[in-house]
């Protein structure tokens, strides 16, 4: 069985990889990396080291690399010849790709009549659907249609904390042992692949809201509040009962969200707290709040895992979204010069200001609680200093 995946980083490597070799794929990685690329094709294989008191190490084998940017053409019969398509590249990256899976399923329809499922397994909602959506802007219509007939694109929900990596073997990957992947039902064509580890469910909705407005939006805590405090790494801030405490209330306010849309049970959704709250507090693992804040303007979108749930709290409880407001405050401010979105927003700030800047990247209309919100908490946030 083969399996083509785009991105051969960190969730690429740490976790879909991983769970593919087990299932017995042989994986195909694609991506523009070189080295890395270079790396997969010499070695075939690669360790992955469960980050816990006892470490386990698993060696990923049956591997191989394609660079979509030297070699497209290959990435395109590797496509034609896939049993799965997933991909770990970032949303930003999903429509760059889209072109060449494009033309992979273009190629395909000529000469492999079986159906295929292509997976985004990227933090956002709707990540297949984005691709999909991406796919098709570079077909005309009757492909489109032969498309529709064999090519599924179900969204998935994908939980592992996989952090930069530090290690002197370039493919190396060190992750936590938790994982979760969840993936939707309704968007598959053919049978669903057998890979042990994903969870099949018909809607995934509850799923990746949970996922992304619970472990991404408690993230974002020590990585924007945790950097405006001054720290560099998620568990130094980690270990700062002010960041725990805007964890607890943010979560609170999301989980209000969450429970009520969702009709969670209260327990079970607080023991899936405190279970994120320890992963986060993981000793065994180094994350950078550089690497957790990255793409600040993608995370302040208004779908995202700070301004949607605040947006829900106040539809749904009528109340200020205090902690999930200090959280963006804190993004306001995020600074990284190697992270484009990060000097982007910025430069918005210095340009038009705070109020503004906020309006336009997260879609706030003027007077909009949520904003009236962040700008109390602007200053409120001088505190922490
Ligand atoms: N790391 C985590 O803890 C984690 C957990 C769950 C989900 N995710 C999600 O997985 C996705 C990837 O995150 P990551 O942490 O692995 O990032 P990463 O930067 O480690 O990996 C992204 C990979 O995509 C490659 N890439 C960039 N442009 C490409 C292109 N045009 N074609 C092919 N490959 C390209 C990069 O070279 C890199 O190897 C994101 O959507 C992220 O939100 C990450
Ligand atoms: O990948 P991002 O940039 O959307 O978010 C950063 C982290 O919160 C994220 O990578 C988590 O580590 C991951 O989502 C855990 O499953």
């Not at 083969?2 to 042989?26: P, T």
């Not at 994986?27 to 690329?37: L, Q, R, S, Y």
């Not at 360790?47 to 006892?54: F, G, M, R, S």
């Not at 993608?298 to 999930?324: N, S």
């Amino acid at each position: 069985m083969l399996a083509v995946h785009f991105g051969a980083g960190n969730i690429g490597r740490g976790f879909i990889g991983e769970l593919l070799y087990k299932a017995g794929y042989h994986t195909t990685f694609v991506d523009v990396n070189e080295a890395v690329i270079n790396e997969l094709n010499a070695k075939k294989e690669y360790p992955v080291i469960l980050a816990a008191e006892n470490s386990e190490t698993l060696a990923v084998k049956d591997v191989s690399g394609i660079n979509s940017v030297s070699n497209p053409d290959d990435a395109v019969d590797a496509i034609v010849k896939a049993d799965v398509v997933t991909t770990a590249v970032g949303p930003n990256i999903l429509p760059i790709i889209a072109k060449l899976i494009a033309r992979g399923l273009q190629e395909r329809v000529a000469r492999n009549p079986k159906a295929l499922n292509l997976i985004a397994c990227e933090n956002m909602i709707g990540g297949s659907a984005l691709l999909k959506e991406k796919v098709y802007e570079h077909l005309g219509p009757d492909e489109r249609g032969k498309c529709d007939e064999l090519f599924g694109f179900p969204n998935a929900a994908v939980d592992r904390i996989v952090p930069n990596q530090s290690n002197a073997d370039l493919l190396t990957v060190s992750v936590e042992p938790y994982y979760e992947w969840v993936v939707e039902m309704s968007g598959m064509k053919g049978e669903a692949p057998a890979i042990d580890g994903i969870t099949y469910v018909d809607d995934l909705q509850p799923y990746i809201e949970r996922k992304l407005f619970t472990v991404n939006t408690g993230h974002a805590v020590p990585a924007y509040i945790g950097q405006y405090m001054g720290y560099s790494t998620i568990s130094e801030a980690m270990d700062d009962w002010r960041v725990q405490d805007i964890i607890g209330g943010a979560l609170n306010e999301s989980g209000e969200v969450l429970i009520q849309t969702y009709d969670f049970d209260r327990e079970t959704h607080a023991d899936y707290i405190a279970k994120i709250i320890a992963r986060f507090k993981n000793p065994y693992i180094s994350d950078d709040v550089k690497r957790v804040g990255r793409g600040p303007i993608r995370k302040l979108g208004p779908m995202d895992r700070l301004v949607r749930p605040a947006t829900e709290y106040v539809e749904i409880t009528g109340k200020k979204p205090v902690y999930l407001a200090k959280i963006i405050a804190a993004a306001l401010h995020f600074h990284n010069e190697e992270d484009d979105e990060a000097v982007k927003l910025q430069q918005m700030i210095a340009e038009d200001g705070y109020e503004q800047a906020l309006r336009e990247v997260a879609g706030l209309e003027p007077g909009d609680p949520v904003l009236v919100a962040v700008m109390e908490e602007l200053d409120d946030l001088k505190r922490l200093k």
